[in-house]
């Protein structure tokens, strides 16, 4: 398990060592992904100016949902980026992902560290920038409690999304390509879960409930922090549900993960 | 080293359907083909040993490195490698064996050589002291000074190979399997990986399996060698055998002194005629060389003549063709 | 011009047989629209119209945005860049034509075919979703189809300049990216430009690129009329000179250089 631990470390090093070789290409990567997130959120505050509310929901609160989504979506972008499946399906098409097979060392620690896109950092801290403006624009009562659950929402949201990569990667091991329903969820789940969930249509709500759950990552959790009442009137646990929303995800794709492995040693692709 | 009982690896294949609504109708209904890939195949190899295992494209070569190698799992068979069985346990496994793919590199791209086998030395926890006496071994031989320092991209393809074999060698394994590691090489770095994988070898006595394209490779190297076609083991025996069965078709080149229409003669095929030039082909169980020669300048007036021995490479290509060996 | 047209050809063959991926990407661009067309709703919040979109006006707009991100290539296109970088462009400049006209044939394959299998299909699912606008005279209906097709032309002279700079740096990626950045913001692809304050449209219209959509929108829709949608069509067309000469400008140094430099 040490072992383990400081290969994971090792191999991580490398990577950030080869993109940091290509400085240039690597500063405008940063820039262009920041500038991306930064515009991204300016259109929308740009816009909510003029509308003042959405569904109720003022500027600052807004941006408290954003602000965590990006966050997390990088951080998980940063530690996922192994699993990125358009880039792992390359990994199986061009037989690469049998070198793996090959070092006597954990098959999901090498995937990991297969790419650790540093540029992400530069969506977290857009994310962390357009999160302050969200606590300026509210007029939060900080709890112990609320305080302390922050960090869990974030690594939910992490842990899901990092399991739709794996399922997304790990589908590639069957399909070679990486398939289009699963930018839907990743990317389109993301999108989903960064606006108030009540400014959504019922079906579409629904199917972010009780088949993929991610209401209970941000809108919930956001609920209880902002003290806003719950329009769906679910138990009052639900803002509680994300780790184990998070960790259930996260799970299951590795045990999905590890059915695909088998699957990959006996068909070969 | 290693033992090999009945293997078998089938493989489904999808059939596509033809033709209109062809899309739909491959989600539909699903057609399968059974593909042999390895078909009933047993061997064994003795630690030590320098095996080349030759086989046209799509023969079942890769296959079987694969299932020795634990990335594929057999569907039937028997198989021990070192005391193990490949795919399971496979940590353990290939903490023991090195492999080296002619195609691809196992160095980390935008890394000097020597960082990544650094990390290789972590990867296969190898003991500081015996990491730098094989290091400097291996720099040695396979003269990796000059580039010890540059980013694998930036090496040439004869660099890389030699920079990929110390790679994995480094963690002293007992079995190396080495596919088509001299592929694209000019013949001068052909000849240095030669020396070295005979070296490694010999000194060493690790074992090697070496699957190639290029015949003077086995030639050079191997004393055994095992054929496969069409995932059967058509050969398995020493070179010398191969050749002495099958060199059959020797050719005798001829330089008639004058023009004749018919050149006809018993136990030898007429395969060429160029000008006054006639080839002939005979095979060693029907008449000996002397033997064809006093027949021809029997009846023939001859200027010159040359008998040319085949070499392995057209032994060989018979094999694959006309299934010789096919009971 | 013959050239021309079997380059087209060829381009738009290649392209059709990528359709499974095409439509794949099509589910993508309506489900997005649809979260979409759900933020733009909620903003509305019963508002029967907003800066002259009314509430069909609006889901137009989403649909048309979502329906050309293809046929535009918004979301990146590095085939220039990446000619560079083979190599693959030395045997391009040795062809019997300019390599401006050359990739442009190429890019009216590809665009003719994203207009094709992914635009018309997602402005047809919209129409069956919701209700939309449609051109109303034969007049505007002329002007929609004159302005889509100077869009693209726009976005293409844009793309074939932001990948110019590939000739002189390896890091050459970024720049593209920020390029599309920009392109994305001023389009209005995110939102809307009469939405945003009156200082950013300004800015945004000293650029080309709110003629890369929002103008299309502007006139799909029926916001702009008479004199005004004949002074689009004009601008557009005029910054589709104005960057496809700053591409030949460019190039030609480019091209000087990488003889000298011999790449």
């Known amino acids: 398990m040490r072992h383990t631990l400081t290969l994971y470390r090792r191999l991580l090093g490398v990577q950030i060592r080869s993109q940091l070789q290509y400085r240039v290409a690597f500063f405008m990567d940063l820039l262009a992904t920041g500038l991306t997130v930064c515009l991204e959120f300016a259109s929308l505050a740009l816009v909510l100016q003029r509308f003042q509310h959405i569904r109720g929901w003022t500027m600052g609160e807004v941006a408290f949902l954003y602000g965590m989504v990006e966050i997390a979506f990088g951080i998980m972008d940063l530690v996922f980026s192994g699993f990125d499946p358009g880039r792992f399906g390359q990994e199986v098409r061009r037989g690469t992902f049998d070198q793996i097979l090959l070092r006597p060392v954990n098959i999901t620690v090498q995937v990991l560290t297969l790419d650790f896109a540093l540029r992400r950092l530069a969506k977290i801290t857009v994310g962390i920038g357009i999160f302050i403006v969200g606590l300026q624009g509210t007029m939060i009562t900080w709890t112990p409690a609320k305080l302390l659950y922050l960090p869990f929402v974030l690594g939910s949201m992490v842990c899901f999304f990092g399991g739709l990569f794996v399922v997304g990667a790990t589908i590639t091991f069957w399909t070679v390509e990486s398939i289009e329903v699963m930018n839907i969820l990743t990317y389109g789940g993301s999108f989903t879960i960064s606006y108030p969930m009540s400014i959504y249509p019922d079906w579409l709500r629904r199917f972010f409930t009780y088949i993929v759950p991610a209401i209970f990552l941000n809108y919930y959790p956001a609920l209880y922090i902002l003290d806003k009442p719950d329009p769906f009137n679910f138990p009052p646990i639900a803002p509680f549900l994300a780790p184990l929303v998070g960790l259930i995800t996260l799970a299951l794709s590795l045990a999905f993960w590890r059915f695909g492995i088998t699957h990959y040693q006996s068909t070969g692709t | 080293m290693i033992q090999v009982h009945n293997l078998h690896k089938h493989f489904k294949v999808t059939r596509h359907h033809q033709g209109r609504l062809a899309g739909v109708r491959n989600l539909l209904t699903r057609e399968y083909r059974l593909v042999k890939a390895v078909d009933n195949v047993s061997f064994t190899i003795q630690t030590g040993e320098l095996v080349g295992y030759l086989g046209p494209n799509g023969a079942g070569k890769s296959t079987t490195i694969k299932m020795l190698t634990g990335l594929l799992v057999p569907t039937g068979g028997d198989l021990v490698v070192n005391g193990r069985i490949p795919h399971q346990s496979r940590q353990q496994y290939v903490a023991n064996i090195g492999v080296v793919f002619g195609q691809r590199t196992t160095l980390w791209w935008d890394l000097p050589v020597i960082e990544s086998l650094e990390l290789l030395q972590h990867v296969y926890r190898v003991p500081a002291d015996r990491f730098r006496q094989n290091l400097s071994e291996f720099t040695d031989l396979l003269d990796l000074k000059p580039f010890l320092h540059t980013p694998v991209r930036s090496l040439s393809l004869g660099q890389r190979m030699r920079a990929d074999l110390c790679a994995a060698l480094l963690h002293d394994p007992a079995l190396l399997f080495l596919d088509e590691p001299t592929i694209g090489l000019d013949v001068v770095a052909k000849e240095r990986i030669r020396q070295f994988i005979q070296h490694v070898n010999r000194e060493r006595g690790t074992t090697i399996i070496l699957t190639t394209h290029d015949l003077q490779d086995v030639e050079k190297l191997c004393e055994r060698v095992m054929i496969i076609d069409h995932g059967r083991l058509l050969f398995d025996g020493q070179l010398n055998d191969l050749r002495e069965r099958f060199d059959g078709r020797r050719e005798l080149l001829v330089d008639m002194a004058e023009a004749y229409e018919d050149v006809s003669v018993e136990g030898a095929q007429v395969v060429a005629r160029d000008g006054w030039q006639v080839t002939y082909q005979f095979s060693r169980s029907s008449v000996t060389a002397s033997e064809l020669i006093s027949r021809i300048s029997q009846r023939y007036r001859i200027r010159d003549l040359a008998v040319r021995e085949p070499d392995i490479e057209a032994t060989i290509r018979r094999i694959y063709e006309e299934r010789l060996l096919e009971t | ?263």
């Open chain 3, 1 to 263: 011009m013959r050239l021309f047209w079997e380059i087209t050809r060829r381009s738009f063959r290649r392209f059709m047989t990528y359709r499974a991926a095409a439509l794949a990407g099509l589910v993508t661009n309506v489900f997005f629209g649809l979260l979409r067309v759900s933020v733009l709703l909620a903003l509305y919040d019963g508002r029967p119209e907003v800066a002259g979109y009314t509430v069909p006006g609006i889901i137009t707009y989403t649909a048309l945005t979502q329906a050309v991100i293809a046929y535009l290539s918004l979301f990146g296109w590095f085939d220039l860049m990446q000619s560079v970088y083979t190599g693959e462009i030395a045997a391009d400049l040795l062809k019997p034509m300019r390599l401006f006209t050359f990739w442009l044939a190429q890019d009216t394959g590809r665009a003719a075919v994203n207009i094709l299998l992914r635009g018309v299909t997602i402005m047809i699912i919209y129409g069956l979703l919701f209700d939309l606008t449609y051109p109303q005279t034969a007049v505007q209906t002329l002007a929609v189809i004159l302005t889509i097709i100077l869009s693209w032309l726009l976005s293409f002279t844009w793309r074939f300049l932001i990948n110019l700079p590939a000739f002189w740096t390896p890091n050459a990626r970024g720049i593209v990216r920020l390029g599309y950045v920009l392109a994305w913001f001023f389009s209005g692809f995110l939102m809307p430009l009469r939405f945003l304050p009156d200082w950013v449209q300004r800015v945004a219209y000293l650029t080309p690129f709110p003629h890369m959509l929002n103008s299309v929108v502007d006139v799909y829709v029926g916001v702009l009329s008479g004199t005004e949608l004949l002074r689009v069509l004009l601008i557009q067309a005029a910054w589709v000179l104005a960057l496809a000469l700053m591409g030949q400008l460019v190039l030609k140094t480019a091209v000087r250089r990488l003889v000298i430099l011999g790449g």
